[in-house]
């Protein structure tokens, strides 16, 4: 399978490459966004493209941004692909891994919800009896389910910056409470919902973040992808047992490989054994076919 580093389009202008995604401006109301087969670990993006992924996020996002429209609106606009590249060789290269989506002005918080105690999390609690300054019962294990899911937001990080944890009351300063407190709301009731659907097919959602942009009159839409194998840490319901990391469907695996590594967490990035690029790719094929039923 032909994998996609990075995208080049001669008929729009690229306007912002991210750690996946590629954004071109269609027009003063729409952009195109390109999900590339670029995997970052670490705020890092790594040499090696995952074949098909970008196709993977891209429908299993879309798929969720279907479900989650009665809760909050998200990006997705009506025109097709085909609406605004005009060349044909281009539009192939762009099969099912992009969208023509509403232009907004992003937010600048990544809004996490966890539900299970895991990654810098698990080691926060260990360390405070907390996660990201919220209380929790003592002695809970690694992986274990948390009673209720928390809102733990952080600032959103450029290619090659990494995330900051911050509080409510931050995300408050940075938005207004009445925004800060819309999208807390959203993202728990979002996150509760898809996890129980999510648990029936078959996969934990351990955690996941969310970003949301606003229009011109200030409302506020979910955007960029949602609960996808980049965004959330998804487990096999069947190999779950808490007191252990489970295995995942997501780029955990790809960071637990990084783990063994004798690497600093800086670009450049490690090149990946050919194994962990195939296993990978089927890891987020296996998700989307569980969650979609594709």
């Not at 290269?93 to 969208?99: F, K, M, N």
């Not at 207004?176 to 993202?187: C, E, K, T, V």
Request: charged share 25%; proline share 6%.
């Amino acid at each position: 399978m032909d994998a996609l580093h990075h995208s080049t389009l001669a008929t729009l202008k690229l306007i912002h490459r991210g750690k996946v995604r590629d954004i071109y401006e269609v027009d003063d109301d729409h952009l195109l966004i390109v999900a590339t087969d670029r995997l970052s670990a670490f705020d890092v993006v790594l040499p090696q493209p995952i074949p098909g992924k970008g196709a993977v996020l891209t429908r299993v996002a879309n798929f969720w941004f279907e479900r989650t429209r009665g809760v909050v609106p998200n990006h997705l606009s009506d025109l097709a692909v085909a609406d605004v590249v005009g060349d044909a060789a281009e539009r192939v290269a762009l099969t099912a891994r992009a969208v023509v989506v509403k232009r907004l002005r992003p937010l600048p918080v990544e809004a996490i919800v966890r539900g299970y105690l895991i990654g810098s999390g698990w080691k926060d609690y260990q360390a405070s009896g907390a996660v990201c300054g919220i209380r929790l019962p003592p002695s809970l294990q690694m992986a274990e389910r948390l009673p209720a899911a928390i809102y733990t937001p952080s600032t959103k990080a450029g290619a090659g910056d990494h995330d900051e944890n911050i509080d409510f009351a931050s995300t408050a300063e940075l938005l207004g409470p009445a925004l800060a407190a819309q999208i807390r709301d959203a993202s728990i009731k979002i996150y509760t919902e898809s996890a129980a659907y999510a648990l029936q097919r078959g996969i934990i959602i351990a955690d996941t973040k969310f970003e949301f942009g606003v229009d011109g009159a200030g409302r506020m839409h979910l955007i960029d992808e949602v609960l996808t194998p980049d965004s959330s840490r998804f487990w096999p319901a069947e190999e779950y047992r808490p007191g252990s990391s489970p295995p995942s469907f997501d780029k955990q695996f790809v960071r637990d490989y990084l783990e063994t590594l004798d690497w600093d967490k800086t670009a450049p990035g490690p090149e990946l054994p050919q194994q962990i690029i195939d296993k990978t790719a089927a890891k987020y094929r296996e998700a989307e076919r569980r969650l979609t039923g594709r």
